[in-house]
């Protein structure tokens, strides 16, 4: 699915049972969500809604006995400078986009966090049985990290403000 950047302003992306990839967008001019998945159903696809200058992508039905396999991109472009926030359920989030965001929340339950080469405003970062992995990362504001029964790793990350808490696991930076 494919929505014009200029009309968004913040990007809800709530999934589950899947892995969550947030990529750089060569295509100026628009936001792109990709799903891939092993089975052919039209209620398992996503629901997205454009609403007031926000994006909502919504993960569709998951069947009860039979196993779906799901993997999802989110291509934004790297002149869009709005709010991201992004909630997954038993699924990781990998986080590589070049661009300029805002206010940026990213949260895993069962899952790890991973973000590469990315410039925030502010960034706050939650994972529930999962480590949060940054590097090559510049904040402007405030990061704030969260791991509960995970480890947190800086590696080359530049901020102005920082709170970073490890419950039941470690917190080490380099560089």
Avoid: W
């Amino acid at each position: 699915q494919q929505f014009s950047a200029d009309q968004v302003q913040r990007i809800d992306l709530k999934y589950a049972d899947s892995s969550v990839r947030i990529l750089s967008n060569p295509d100026d001019d628009h936001i792109i969500f990709r799903e891939y998945m092993n089975r052919a159903n039209d209620s398992y696809l996503a629901q997205t809604k454009l609403e007031n200058g926000t994006l909502s992508i919504h993960n569709g039905s998951r069947p009860h006995l039979l196993p779906l396999r799901v993997r999802v991109q989110l291509l934004i472009p790297a002149s869009f400078a709005g709010d991201l926030l992004v909630n997954s359920a038993s699924g990781s989030v990998n986080f590589s986009h070049t661009g300029a965001l805002n206010q940026v929340r990213l949260e895993a339950n069962s899952g790890s966090i991973r973000i590469n080469g990315a410039h925030f405003k502010d960034l706050d970062v939650n994972a529930s049985s999962g480590s949060v992995r940054i590097k090559q990362t510049t904040v402007a504001g405030l990061l704030r990290a969260r791991a509960h029964s995970g480890s947190i790793r800086l590696a080359d990350t530049t901020v102005a403000k920082f709170d970073v808490d490890s419950h039941s696991g470690s917190v080490r930076g380099t560089d």
